[in-house]
């Protein structure tokens, strides 16, 4: 049958402007618009690979021990940099040896204050926070690296500093920046409606302030780099959630194309918000590998990693809410303070109080302050943490105030759409997440358990210890619908095997196999015959950094647009073969059918006779929809046991409801409300950086004084889906969700501590001292 | 000096002070042992020394001459993984994966000593081996399928 | 300077190669070698002792002792028949130490000579045990440290076998070149102002070579309690070993709260043993042990917790 001659399909040329919420937060970006947008995979969409729970793609090496991390990559010849830091808060250096340094045997190089470029504002001499780094030396062995940084002999003199907030806006505070200890602008004011009219109005209100901690990150993989010239090229290995920034990031510092960097990310041992671009470690590096011609590796030790690679910074907030007595809010206004340390960024905690409720008056204003400590970086669900511990604890007392369920007060005043921006949801589950999570728990029963709550072993060996059990509940909303720019190919080979090439990188996240699922599903290939190939800046198609829950609505759509694309072109091949249009074929298990036939030929005996004329498809992540907030949400329930007489409490059951659209990957996504469930319970229990106030040193950089919860702390946790796809965010349905659900752990079991005690719980972590001071209130 | 590695003899000339992580990793060019603290705090360097369970990040490796060692390397039978390994790959515990080699080990130790271990026994014998993405709900069940003779391995 | 690694052959190898300056006994080293990472301790020699087969041996002792080598690891005391039945606290104590592998590392020697978790101690910032004076924790960050017996350092005392030892009456076989003498488990514990760079009373050139349980406190009835924060690898924020002896005498001694193990008065041990308590006169006593407690600004809630341990062990023990 001759083959109708057709006409490319014009690719649709238009660049528009859309939003995409980064990180929480919305930014206005010009996109190019696809050539073609597949047909949405709605609830009713029938899939069979997307959806199912199957192993990840890469578990066998991360169980073998095959996986290579960055720190794992040994070149030939590589040298080891350390990074000497500051011991004070604020100061000079008043004397080094770097001619000492150099003649340690085994030192090939010393970058010693005013040696980097100013690009990298590596090593000032002035000092703003304690860990900062001052110099660093490269040597053929860790060990004459260190004895080089040793024979530094760097001296420091210190100079009064401001590492609080209350300290840095103090009258005649230390200046931690030139330009003054407030960021510009400052407070940072968002409202709606008449908070005053709204505090008439209302007949019950809580006025409470609340504190959250510095919280470190804690990758069990520190920050990484291995850098390596060809002339004047240099490949850049780094543990890193984004390549093409670390890219950018070392193109701009080092003044060279972006063409002249290569980036390359496998595996990586965590990162958590921490790693979004290149670091000191990456320049130190670079610039070493430069000078002497030999691979280099910087990595953070424990103590670097724990004191200077980023953390969630501490906040107190202010938070009024007020009620009418059937529960109907009228006002919620929330003060906060938030020290950010030398640099960051205004993700505070004021904006989850817009948007959780239906509220009609709404104040908040931040103040964000420079303060000498290291730097902060995102944390998984930067803000909304913070701010959730704030909210939700707040409306938990009101409800007690109230003498009302506080499951009821949150239905009462559901918002159906986005109270912020005044639009409607793209998809919003939350009261599926209340029905099903309390359903589960057992929260309309839950008087019952406290009643027969029977002390466990451990407390039994303690003797007759006086114990509580106590209930608790919080919710969650974090705006998380991808977006462009995101591109992804889809090639299949002549053997038939299939690669989906994107430029972005897997946390452990599972972006590889969520990534392959979505392809072969689009594709109709068996999802052991496509690889997805990733992290290397080098030879794949840019996406973003893998952070603010992205990359499955950002980098999904995108490749199921390439396999969609390699499959048409795959039928347009196919149909002469069989002798038929193609329209008339359709594809499943990596076979092209004859609908309504039983002939059919293989992908493989199809890329056979094509030999290497190629099958490629291209992908791009369209813009969002217009007028819609997307969101993800969801419900969690606490269930402790407290100890009256010794403040410990014991976190028993966790059970968790979310709503994040389509689930690519049950099995995987599960692994993730259970991860972030984990950290939030650390946030809540256990994490604290501590400085000492004299000093404005870290008196915890590690991982025992630092406690990051054990396997002997997890209670009990049932974290499952509610909700449908959602076909009007992307066309695979699918949310992120990474982040949300760690947001409102703490506040559970805060509020489930509370519970327990009869008092009420204004700080976290809930360490014993803290408990037991609210027993004794 | 000798040490016997997965079954395998290495003559080693170790320095003074060299810690048995860093000559299974830089020396050995067995990469599966982490670094992660350094101090003994997290468990990614764990192996285990004449059947000992060891952080090897503070082991000094002059005081290993002649000992068996095991690493996560030497948990496969060649391309037969063991029952852990499947279960852990079925029950999606590991997630980044930089401290699963570490959670193997101690999950293999453990699993010699107690082959039936209640959720007490897991997480007591697992508990010197953190991990900062939060598996251990999956590790947990994944110990349990072992247990329980669901898979069958090396 | 890298460290030496030498191995001890025997008992008297080891103490030969002790008697040389620099040198430090080796256990498992969990302590040992991040210290002097750190910069804690200057030894340039380790000499390792886990290998000489009469310090790594529990042996039963005529009459119902039990003798544990220095270098008997911690695992080892948890699962040994006679320490379980009759000096059972001894064997919680050690069950209840960091995780799986710091107890199969880690030695009895090594646990008992570990130095406090004082974290200005650990970041180097200099105090009565770090090359300066003074306690920068008084006016710091003082939640984890001392509250009885205190100063010139705050810093608790770490060690959770010290605490059973303590309230079991251990007796300490040092060795010396002169030979081995004898002391007290209280004896072996020294406040820092003796001697800044160690909290046990060992002279130059002195090792741990055993620890002996005396047959007088097997049996009766035993128990240890240990708070933590998390569930499991946390220093003791309070710990207790009780024991009533099957003579009917009390001894008891809490962990977490001083620079050294801390023996309850024995007084209020008498009177738990003169009879059953009841809440009230339990309270009472709790609060005549803790009498001498001076609290920090951030460490009150210690305690609170060891007066609660010491009520719930007292009931206890007056009843059995």
Known sequence: MARKPKAPAAPAKAFIETTVVVEGRSEKRVVELPSFEPAAWTEAAELSIVGTRTPRVDANEKVTGRARYTVDIARPGMLIAVVLRSPVAKGAITSFDAAAARAVPGVFGVLAPGDAPAATRLFPTK???????????????????????????????????????????????????????????????????????????????????????????????????????????????????????????????????????????????????????????????????????RPVQCFNTRKAEQTDAGNRPATTQRVTIGAKKDGTLTLITMSADIPLGVSGWEGGPGQMYHELYACPNVRTDETFAYV???????????????????????????????????????????????????????????????????????????????????????????????????????????????GPPSYAHVRINSDASIDVLAGTQDLGTGARTVLSQIAAEALGAKLSDVTAVIGDTESLPYTGNSWGSMTTPSVGPAARMAAEEARRLLLEAAAPMLGVEPSDLETKDSRVMVRD??????????????????????????????????ATFGAQFAEVEVDLDTGIVRVLRIVAAHDAGRIINPLLAESQLEGGIIQGLGYGMFEERVMDPARGVTLNPDLHDYRIPTIADIPTIEAFFVGESDAIANHTGAR???????????????AAVADAIGGFVTQIPLTPWRVLGAIDQ | ???????????????????????????????????????????????LVNGALTYSCITLVEGCEGATITTVEGLADGATMSALQQAFVAHDAAQCGYCTPGQLVAATKLLEQNPKPDDAAIKAGMSGNLCRCGTYPKIISAIQAVARGEFRGA | MPTQYQGATSVEDAVAKLSKP?????????????????????????????????????????????????????????????????????????????????????????????????????????????????????????????VLGAGPCHAAHPSDLAVALLALDAVVVVRGSAGPRTLSIDGLFANAAS??????????GEMIEAVELPAASAGGTQRFTKLMQRGVWDFALVSLAAIKRADGNVRMALGGVAPTPWLVNPSVGEDVASGALDEDSADALALRALHDANPLANNGYKVQQAAALLKRAMLELSRA
């Open chain 1, 127 to 293: 000092i703003s926070y304690a860990g900062q780094p001052v110099a660093a030396v490269c040597a053929d062995s860790f060990g004459a690296a260190a004895a080089g940084a040793r024979a530094m002999a760097m001296k420091f003199e210190g100079a009064p500093f401001a590492a609080t907030f209350e300290a840095a806006t103090a009258p005649n505070a230390p200046l931690v920046r030139s330009k003054g200890n407030l960021m510009e602008n400052m407070p940072i004011v968002a409202s709606r409606g008449d908070v005053e009219a709204g505090l008439k109005a209302a007949d019950v209100t809580v006025t409470r302030e609340y504190r959250t901690p510095v919280q470190l990150h804690s990758a069990l993989e520190p920050h990484v780099a291995v850098a390596e010239w060809e002339g004047d090229r240099v490949t850049i290995w780094e543990s890193t959630q984004g390549i093409f920034r670390v890219r950018e990031g070392v193109a701009e510092a080092l003044g060279i194309p972006q063409s002249k960097v290569r980036v390359i990310k496998q595996y990586m041992g965590g990162g958590f918000g921490a790693k979004n671009g290149a670091a000191a470690h990456t320049f130190i590096a670079a610039l070493f590998a430069r000078s002497t011609g």
């Open chain 1, 372 to 482: 000498n400590a290291s730097g902060m970086q995102a944390f998984r669900a930067p803000g909304y943490a913070e701010g959730a511990f704030g909210l939700e604890s707040a409306i938990n007392e009101l409800a007690t105030k109230l003498g009302m369920d506080p499951l009821a007060l949150r239905r009462k005043n559901f918002a159906k759409d986005d109270p912020r921006l005044k639009r409607p949801w793209s998809g919003n589950a939350l009261r599926e997440c209340y029905d099903e999570a309390a359903r589960r728990f057992g929260w309309a029963t839950r008087d019952d358990r406290r009643a027969t709550g029977a002390p466990t072993a451990r407390q039994r060996e303690e003797g007759a210890a006086r114990t509580r059990r106590g209930f608790g509940m919080a919710a969650q909303v974090w705006p998380t619908g991808g």
């Open chain 1, 597 to 630: 036939t039983d002939r059919s030929m293989t992908f493989a005996e199809i890329t056979e006779q094509l030999g290497n004329v190629m099958i490629i498809g291209r992908g791009t992540r369209g813009p969002n929809p217009a007028d819609v907030s997307i």
């Open chain 1, 736 to 750: 992120g969700l990474a982040e949300p659900p760690l947001i409102p752990t703490a506040p559970a079991i805060a």
């Open chain 2, 1 to 47: 000096m000798e040490l016997t590695v997965n079954g395998r003899k290495h003559h080693i000339s170790p320095a003074a002070g060299d810690r048995l992580l860093n000559v299974l990793r830089d020396e050995l060019h067995l990469t599966g042992a982490k670094y992660g603290c350094g101090h003994g705090e997290c468990g990614t360097c764990t192996v």
């Open chain 3, 22 to 146: 620099g040198v430090r006994i080796l256990g498992g080293g969990t302590d040992l070698l991040v210290a002097m990472e750190s910069g804690l301790d200057p030894a340039s020699t380790l000499v390792d002792i886990t290998k000489v087969a009469a310090l790594s041996t529990i042996t039963e002792l005529p009459g119902g002792g039990v003798r544990l080598g220095a270098a008997v690891h911690l695992d080892a005391i948890t699962t040994h028949a006679g320490i379980l039945e009759r000096f059972p606290a001894l064997a919680l104590a050690a069950s209840e130490v960091a995780t799986p592998a710091i107890r199969a590392m880690g030695t009895l020697g090594g646990n008992l000579g570990q130095r406090p978790r004082c974290w200005y101690l650990r970041q180097r910032i200099p105090c009565h045990k770090n090359g300066g004076s003074g306690c920068p924790a008084i006016e710091g960050e003082n939640q984890y440290h001392a």
């Open chain 3, 195 to 204: 001697d800044p760079h160690s909290e046990v009373t060992l002279a130059a």
